[in-house]
Nanobody
Framework: QLVESGGGLVQPGGSLKLSCQFS????????IGWVRQAPGKEREGVSC??????????YYSDSVKGRFTISRDNANSIVYLQMNNLKPEDTAVYYC????????????????WGQGTQVTVSS
């Protein structure tokens, strides 16, 4: 199970930190990623972090590289997405998702999905 939190309304240039609480022993070893979907657009992979028994490699899409940071706390089963310098084009529903391993920052074909949390960047 994957449960997102932390979305909201923020002004351009602001920051938000999303959280993904995951449950189940297996997911500690799985890659956990973030995928977003804006109204009328296709899903877009944002970032991913590898699980236990790996070197914890992180991946980012070109659109967020240098602004977003993904991190993972396996002891507490949480993955974070720190989003800085937010832009109006970052507005979307952000989903936490999981697969046996990360494929890349822009990957979207995950096996497991959360319900999503809305992020709105607007003045």
């Amino acid at each position: 199970q994957l449960v997102e939190s932390g979305g909201g309304l923020v002004q351009p240039g602001g920051s938000l930190k999303l959280s993904c609480q995951f449950s189940g022993f297996t997911l500690k070893y799985y890659g956990i990623g973030w995928v977003r979907q804006a109204p009328g657009k296709e899903r877009e992979g944002v970032s991913c972090v590898d699980g236990l028994d790996t070197d914890g490699t992180t991946y980012y899409s070109d659109s967020v590289k240098g602004r977003f940071t993904i991190s993972r706390d396996n002891a507490n089963s949480i993955v974070y997405l720190q989003m800085n310098n937010l832009k109006p084009e970052d507005t979307a529903v952000y989903y936490c998702a999981s697969d046996p391993a990360c494929v890349g920052g822009d990957y979207v074909q995950y096996d497991y999905w959360g319900q999503g949390t809305q992020v709105t960047v607007s003045s």
